[in-house]
């Protein structure tokens, strides 16, 4: 068989991410590569710095993205301020806080897991309570839009109790950020990472982050090095933050990075508030939909993530092969579920580009003749 | 001022890489965004593992793409294949030597460094030396194709020693796959990683890599967990591998991807053997006119590398101007010395689709004219 060049079929992306890419951001992706140490290249890495600024309305020095997707920077997060021995205090409420606790292993600390249920949001009393009990913690990780569960999580406030506590504050927003309100400097977080392709609808393989001051200053007093050279913030600064002379740290996914510079240009034309605002309509009108099909949500009301709806399947319905024929006959991709929710779920994401009017009437329309 | 869209200028790219992006790849990256487990993507990376087996002529069934540039590559065959305390040669003929001993070191082996002078092979006696020395060695590291000299080694013959020894055999193609002739199988080699953005022509972002039967054996029978999540092959395994039921490990960077895929068959349609005659023809073509300007190479002319050349900056000439000037008035990006050959070298590439006659005049005529 003669190897072809691959066209794929088109569809409507309402999984839990990827998330629609606009013909603006594919054509973006498009354009000419140039070189990574091009004074071009480097000025838009910089307008890219204040564009993550602003989306996690930070004015953290160190904010950029790193050049690979959202796990990796989990993984940045966790390997450069995690030291051996130290205790990390993680708020687990789905899939993503058990990552969480195999990358505190892997860098030498010691989790301390707090389970909540799966589908519910983190439980504050049970944090501060792990915060008493383990006064020697350094670190309290959670999750701020569990995309396993659909459930949102406060980071204010958890942020507060570890900060309360002398803890530094983790936070996951892969799914979060652009979705949901989120303050990093309001809210005082000190390590924050997101992905590219949930609402900010850039194709994946980015993870935006960002640092405070007192993160910065607790990754350049480590007393040993970071057991990784890639992620090394130590060496990344130089090569983000670098006035001028920006030195070779390794290669730019340059088309990528033209991807998500037209991404963010085209949060901000929208605007971060409204972005927030359409995010929490759609799903309403989602949800009306929804309920008038009798399909109830994993999450209670008050807990829910706009951009990412877990419903239970439906009784009698066969998961699989309605995802299947959503897919083949209505080329519509809604997610499973994961972990413990597998079989039991399915989850609707109405992240980014894909959180429109048009797409939540084919989602509706596709559901109720496959149900 | 008002956020605008990057477009990047039109360069001609005969740096360290990236190269050329060719029309067909960048029309490739900007097709519609689909699911990571859509079964239409699946299928595609099966085909990319076919085509990387391909490249890298090898079976090898774990051959895949870390999703992340070269340099995470690198650190997926350390991180994966280096235990506490293990001994690691490496035979350092330039700058990316020395990556891999920060690699070694940071995964806890002891780096044993085989120092030849930059810009020349590797001697293969003092390697030999080493293996005796160090009869509890584990693994012999090099460099086929240095990036930062222009100078090709000989990874067969290092194999070969390592292997004597009881040894594994780690190598760097970054620069060298479908550059100059590289038989994974034929000569043994246990792990390779390379880059997209050299002679493949594809965006940086990712990193083609392969491993044997024996260095997987190495890797299922670890002591201690790989200290990355993001990069372990235990894990990656079953993502890449898995028939049929692929399980979620990360959102892989879906267009980056297809335009690896059309990189992979464009480079079948031309053929492998075709692709490493072309780039010898165009090195001895550039060779001839940059003799007929007095410019002299740094590597001896039996060991040079195709695809990357070294040249001394003529005396008297400024180095960061004159690249300037190139850069701005003949849109033509060439790379300057890295480390101890700052400011005595440039390194000029005819890389994948740069790698053509078009460039060749268009760089003599224009270095003719700012030397």
């Known amino acids: 068989m003669k190897d072809k060049s691959f066209i794929p079929p088109e569809r409507v992306l309402m999984g839990p991410g990827p998330s629609d890419v606009s013909q603006r951001i594919l054509d973006a992706m498009a354009r000419p590569t140039i070189g990574h140490l091009d004074p071009a290249f480097i ?38 301020l995690v030291e051996t021995e130290d205790k ?26 707090i389970d909540d249920e799966w589908g519910t949001k983190v439980d504050l009393n049970k944090i501060q309570e792990a915060l008493k009990q383990h006064s020697d913690a350094k670190i309290v990780a959670s999750v ?26 983790i936070v996951d927003t892969v799914t979060g950020l652009a979705g949901v309100p989120l303050k990093v400097d309001d809210w005082n977080i000190d390590a924050i990472y997101s992905g590219t ?33 890639f992620l090394d913030l130590n060496l990344i600064m130089s090569y983000w933050e670098g006035e001028g002379g920006r030195s070779y740290h390794h290669t730019a996914p340059i088309n990528a990075l033209y991807g998500l510079h037209e991404a963010l240009i085209i ?8 972005s927030w605002k359409r995010h929490m309509e759609n799903h309403l009108l989602l949800r009306e939909g929804l309920e008038k099909l009798n399909i109830s949500y ?5 807990d829910r993530l706009p951009q990412l709806n877990a419903i ?24 499973a579920g994961l972990g413990v929710l597998a079989g039991k779920v399915w989850r609707i994401g109405l992240m980014g580009h894909s959180s429109k009017k048009e797409n939540i009437d084919h989602c509706l329309q596709s559901l109720a003749q496959v149900i």
Chains 1, 2 share one sequence.
């Open 197 to 229: 392709q949930k609402c900010l609808s850039a194709s994946p393989g980015l993870s935006p982050i960002s640092f405070s001051e007192r993160a910065k200053e607790k990754i350049k007093n480590r007393k040993s090095k970071v057991k990784s050279w």
């Open 312 to 335: 239970y399947i439906p009784e009698g319905v066969n998961d699989l092969e309605s995802r299947q024929r959503l897919l083949n006959d209505f080329n519509l991709e809604i997610g």
């Open 298 to 302: 994993l999450v209670n009301k008050e």
């Open 88 to 113: 990390v205090i993680i708020a687990k409420n789905g899939f993503f806080g058990e990552r969480m606790k195999e990358n505190v292993e892997r860098f030498g600390g010691v989790p301390i897991v």
């Open 267 to 274: 949060l901000k034309e929208e605007g971060i508030e409204n």
């Open 144 to 169: 701020h839009a569990e995309t396993s569960t659909g459930a949102l999580t406060d980071p204010e406030s958890i942020t507060k109790l570890a900060h309360d506590h002398g803890c530094l504050s």
């Open 43 to 80: 000025s838009m890495m910089d307008e890219i710095k204040g564009l993550l600024q602003y989306a996690f309305q930070t004015k953290n020095d160190l904010t950029f993205a790193v050049s690979a997707p959202g796990m990796a920077g989990m993984e940045c997060c966790f390997a450069n």
